[in-house]
T-cell receptor
Framework: EPEVTQTPSHQVTQMGQEVILRCVPISNHLYFYWYRQILGQKVEFLVS????????KSEIFDDQFSVERPDGSNFTLKIRSTKLEDSAMYFCASRGTSGRNEQFFGPGTRLTVL | AQKVTQVQTEISVVEKEDVTLDCVYETRDTTYYLFWYKQPPSGELVFLIR??????QNEISGRYSWNFQKSTSSFNFTITASQVVDSAVYFC?????????????FGRGTQLTVWP
């Protein structure tokens, strides 16, 4: 069964460094999302993306964040200058264009900012 | 505004007990979707069910059942004859038509622990 994959599974970085989190959505999906989950808290929406454009973003998704679909398969989230409070699990999700609109999530990348 | 409330933070049951996880939602949209996701200790989010606002029929899938009641804005999830493998955090989520691509609003989750 097709699935969303994410790399790396765990990333440790120093405060102020740039990180890029990578996702490979399900191949025939066209809608892509990033969410994050701070340890022990709820899952929060960051951004949605379609047709090479951001469709919607939350207040969390400030100028330090950017997303890109550099080729036909990858979908990346970049954090330009990480802060301690960016430490969280980051989930990528994708959705197809059929009538069903459930989002399928990847296994997550745990980001630790020291 | 969209909001999902899961008032039960933690629930502990013994294997074979039935357990119901509560979910209450708020939305101004007339068309919306409700979801349940499971997050086992390994951390991934596993889709369980989607319900649209027009379909109030209850649904059963094996030991899982869902009770959608528009009148009380609730979408509760029952596990019958719980098993240790059901131990996980369960999230209820809402997606409204006001969002272009259907961003999900999650509740805070309910940690379910099933003891042998």
């Amino acid at each position: 069964e097709p699935e969303v994959t994410q790399t790396p599974s765990h990333q440790v970085t120093q405060m102020g460094q740039e990180v890029i989190l990578r996702c490979v959505p399900i191949s025939n999906h066209l809608y892509f999302y990033w969410y994050r989950q701070i340890l022990g808290q709820k899952v929060e929406f960051l951004v949605s993306f379609y047709n090479n454009e951001i469709s919607e973003k939350s207040e969390i998704f400030d100028d330090q964040f950017s997303v890109e679909r550099p080729d036909g398969s990858n979908f990346t989230l970049k954090i330009r200058s990480t802060k301690l409070e960016d430490s969280a699990m980051y989930f990528c999700a994708s959705r197809g264009t059929s009538g069903r609109n459930e989002q399928f999530f990847g296994p997550g990348t745990r980001l630790t900012v020291l | 505004a969209q909001k999902v409330t899961q008032v039960q933070t933690e629930i502990s049951v013994v294997e074979k007990e039935d357990v119901t996880l509560d979910c209450v939602y708020e939305t101004r949209d007339t068309t919306y979707y409700l979801f349940w996701y499971k997050q086992p200790p390994s951390g991934e989010l596993v889709f369980l069910i989607r319900r649209n606002s027009f379909d109030e029929q209850n649904e059963i899938s094996g030991r899982y059942s869902w009770n959608f009641q528009k009148s009380t804005s609730s979408f509760n999830f029952t596990i019958t004859a719980s098993q240790v493998v059901d131990s996980a955090v369960y999230f209820c989520a809402l997606s409204g038509r006001g969002s272009t691509l259907g961003r999900l609003y999650f509740g805070r989750g309910t940690q379910l622990t099933v003891w042998p």
